[in-house]
Nanobody, 113 residues
């Protein structure tokens, strides 16, 4: 069973930055990405990156967030800049391997003054 371990969440002031990391136990994998879920809202897709390095972003984070991956370290990153209170949510990473999606446990990001 594939395991994903996230880290890097926390409390930050508006305008600040955080970097999330997600390590994957599998040796090979396809696309990876991040979703988030705010209290009382549905889970929302944030960003993704393919095995070839192609990235995509939700309009709400485009220009502020950057997704990247280190294939050797089997890790995906989400650099979040210019954070806003509306970015507050639990962030979940995922990986797709042979058509099967696996999820991390989530990491809390709180943007507040």
């Amino acid at each position: 069973q594939v395991q994903l371990v996230e880290s890097g969440g926390g409390l930050v002031q508006p305008g600040g930055s955080l970097r999330l990391s997600c390590g994957v136990s599998a040796s090979t994998f396809g696309s990876m990405g991040w979703y988030r879920q705010a209290p009382g809202k549905e889970r929302e897709w944030v960003a993704s990156i393919t095995e070839h390095g192609t990235t995509n972003y939700a309009n709400s984070v485009k220009g502020r967030f950057t997704i990247s991956r280190d294939a050797i370290k089997r890790t995906v990153f989400l650099q979040m800049n210019s954070l806003k209170p509306e970015d507050t949510a639990v962030y979940y990473c995922y990986v797709v391997i042979l058509g099967v999606t696996s999820w991390g446990q989530g990491t809390q990001v709180t943007v507040s003054s």
